[in-house]
């Protein structure tokens, strides 16, 4: 594994600036049957794509992605977005796709079909979101990165939004990874580093609908992509290390039109009300171990509410739901879910959001 890290990008650009004439490179990508891993593999196109019906339905082996027996393992990958490709760059593409079995019927990790058809439902609403991902660093060896080998860094305090080398590690992989995703035409809002050294965030939003799932899957497989290159393991683990160090999480902005409003802290005060006589459902929709995750991380320390009680204030970092200072002194605005894990699914966590706060289902 050490060699991956080690080969030269010197050499390899020596054969990526070669012409490819008037033929394109997809890449198409999907989420795999554990639900919070991402796959991909490439397809050449006989020219650029313009809309997603130029872009063919394709396959792949879902017994070696859980999703399939081997004795019938042909999985369908249908294209759904397309973004531009950062890596490849000129006319080649990034393909999010939804996985369908044999029989047509979705993949059981493949939240986006139901997804989609709530937010259609619920569009007069116009519900937005933006989600905070946060997400730590590692070594090949499992150790997080820039941490002493034999030992710890000293406590948190100095870490979060840092400068210096002696408090921020991996900012090359973040600069990196913010230009990538600004060059896809994913909405990126900002990055900061994170309360525990080597664990940083990155926003996506505000973002409509079915946009937030898409957008902050793609982000994460840029993610993935440039710490690859820079040899370096991005985990999302809602806890990387025990003891006192914070865990991680995907903080969930919503708003509907009438929150965003005149006289919207109504709603979001309804909203609220709603979400506090559903708090189990939505736990087990915000991992995809169904709260399995989440119970390592909302322990009600580190900034976090107890997994097992329902909790909303303002300006309360340690609620499980929170409305900013900014929103309360308004009147209107958007609120902020806090108990969504990093590896949680985004499509699952916005079409709870949606059911319980617009549909009432």
């Not at 130029?54 to 879902?62: C, R, S």
């Not at 993935?224 to 290159?229: F, G, K, L, P």
Request: net charge neutral.
């Amino acid at each position: 594994m050490q060699n991956n890290a080690q080969t030269s990008k010197a050499v390899l650009d020596r054969y990526m600036s070669l012409p490819q004439g008037t033929r394109v490179q997809a890449t198409y990508i999907w989420i795999d049957g554990t639900g919070q891993g991402l796959r991909s593999k490439t397809k050449t196109l006989e020219g650029k794509p313009g809309k997603l019906e130029d872009l063919p339905i394709w396959n792949y082996d879902g017994s070696s992605c859980h999703q399939a027996e081997g004795s019938n393992s042909d999985t369908y990958l249908h294209p759904v977005k397309m973004y531009p490709c950062p890596f490849r760059r000129g006319d080649n593409v990034l393909v999010l796709c939804e996985a369908y079995k044999y029989n047509k019927e979705p993949t059981k990790t493949n939240k986006r079909k139901d997804c989609l058809a709530v937010m259609e439902k619920a569009k007069e609403h116009k519900p937005w979101f933006g989600i905070e991902q946060e997400y730590t660093f590692l070594d090949q060896d499992g150790h997080p990165f820039g941490w002493p080998k034999n030992g710890f860094p000293g406590p948190q305090g100095p870490y979060y939004c840092a400068v210096g080398a002696s408090r921020v590690y991996g900012r090359d992989i973040v600069e990196a990874h913010y230009r990538c995703c600004l060059y896809a035409g994913i909405k990126i809002s900002g990055t900061n580093a994170e309360v525990m050294p080597a664990q940083w965030e990155f926003q996506v939003g505000p973002t409509e609908g079915i946009d937030m799932g898409d957008d902050l899957w793609v982000a994460r497989y840029i993610m993935e992509r440039v710490a690859e290159d820079f040899g370096v393991v991005v985990t999302l683990d809602p806890k990387p290390m025990v003891g006192d160090w914070n865990g991680a999480g995907a903080h969930c902005n919503f708003s509907t039109k009438a929150m965003r409003e005149k006289g919207g802290m109504k709603h979001i005060e309804a909203a609220i009300e709603k979400l506090s006589k559903t708090h189990d459902r939505h736990i087990k929709q915000y991992d995809p171990n169904e709260g399995k995750d989440n119970e390592r991380r909302l322990t009600g320390a580190h900034r976090c509410s107890f997994i097992r009680d329902f909790s909303s204030g303002i300006e309360n970092r340690g609620a499980s739901v929170r409305i900013p200072r900014d929103v309360s002194k308004q009147g209107y605005g958007y609120l902020e879910d806090r108990r969504p894990s990093s590896n949680c699914d985004p499509y699952s966590v916005t079409m709870v959001i949606v059911k319980t706060t617009c549909l009432g289902e």
